[in-house]
């Protein structure tokens, strides 16, 4: 067992890939990849998506897209922010395709296709009010009319506020899509369409069209309160390093911010928030070690945490888990999302740490 580990089910993750596909039996389904496969590992999470009935795979740079190639795989891959310095020709000639927000941004795309052979693969992506990358809709016809004489594969956006169920945003985004998709219609294009992330695939089936681009639900964390059968991929575990008693009134960890009250045994892990456990979660969190929930006690520190197990005799080399799916009664990664007062995608991207090994189950 590692000092810190993230173990992945990839059986879970090809479960919440097909399920989620089947929401959606009419539009093809692109498994989003982008950091790490949010800190899974994004070259076997892209297979075993790709083997549950994902048809298209998204990054987010071209050099995350440009490893998927270099491990052998050839399903569409999608691109969409890459800074101007990057290797946006490496990408072209890897059969990448690549989304152009601007007129800017399409000029750089045309000056490494120059650079190749290929001819780029364009996802033409408007503006509807996130505000993030994203065309203008007044700038609109004009970037549609200048991509024309490239392959113009989609027309795409991205929703704000699709995990708020019933907000306005949703549909007057929906309506800005339509009618910039049926600009690019009037200008002679028949692109595909794009806009459903995980929260819209499951909630607005109006939204799928011909593509859905599910992203933290595939990891099996539900981004909004429905009850569906996602299963969470990610755990978290660590082992016992050393075991002590100690009298009460000794405290514990840097500040001594908790007392012992009465004798009791404790347990400490090599885990800290270098291995990505939050340091707002001190006096805050527990873990699941001998069959318990049992409390963290003190700071966490960089390296570790310490476990207060009572009377309990607890072995050296046990395993701890700090967070999982939950169904052994172990915390999960939305429980210290909650207690954070962050989301559970920033949990598990947050694993992607070099000092804690991943293994695949």
């Known amino acids: 067992m590692a000092r810190s580990e993230a173990v992945i089910d990839l059986g879970a993750l090809r479960h919440n890939v097909a399920l989620l596909a089947g929401m959606a039996p009419r ?8 950091a790490d496969a949010y800190g899974h590992g994004a070259v076997p999470v892209a297979k075993a998506a ?53 007129l800017n941004e399409l000029r750089v795309i045309e000056e490494a296709a120059a650079l190749t052979d290929s001819r780029p693969r364009l996802h033409l992506k408007i503006d509807t009010g996130l505000s993030r990358n994203g065309c203008q809709p007044k700038d ?21 506020c699709a995990d708020e169920i019933g907000h306005p945003s949703i549909d007057l985004q929906a309506k800005r899509f339509d009618d910039a998709y049926h600009v690019a219609i009037e200008q002679g294009l028949k692109p595909m369409r794009h806009i459903a992330n995980s929260a819209a695939l499951i909630t607005r089936p109006d939204l799928h069209f011909d593509l859905v681009r599910p992203g933290i639900a595939i990891y099996g964390l539900n981004p909004v309160p429905t009850d569906i ?4 991929v990610m ?75 009572g009377d309990d005799e607890i072995r050296e080399g046990a395993e701890v888990i700090l967070f999982g799916p939950g169904t052994k009664g172990e915390p999960t990664a939305r429980e210290w999302a909650d207690l954070t007062g962050t989301i559970d995608y920033e949990i598990v991207t947050g694993m992607y740490r070099p000092r804690v090994r991943r293994t695949y189950t």
């Open 140 to 160: 609109w016809p004009a970037l549609v009319e200048a991509a024309k004489r490239h392959d113009v594969v989609a027309v795409w956006s991205h929703l704000a």
């Open 229 to 232: 059968d996602l299963r969470p």
């Open 27 to 34: 539009a093809a389904t692109m498994a989003i990849v982008k």
């Open 235 to 309: 755990t978290f575990r660590s082992q016992v390093a050393l075991t002590k008693r100690i009298p009460a009134g000794e405290s514990v960890s840097y500040g001594m911010t908790w007392t012992a009250p009465n004798d009791t045994t404790l347990a400490l892990v090599p885990a800290g928030y270098a291995d990505g456990v939050p340091r707002a979660l001190s006096g805050r969190m527990e873990v699941l070690l001998g069959g318990k929930r049992r409390p963290v006690v003190g700071r966490v520190c960089m390296d570790q945490i310490v476990v207060d197990c």
């Open 50 to 102: 790709l083997e549950a009935g994902a048809t298209w795979l998204g990054a987010c740079s071209a050099a995350e897209a440009i490893k998927l190639r270099e491990a052998g795989i050839n399903a569409p891959v999608l691109a969409w922010l890459s800074t101007p310095d990057e290797d946006i020709a490496a990408a072209i000639a890897a059969d990448v395709d690549v989304s152009v927000s601007s």
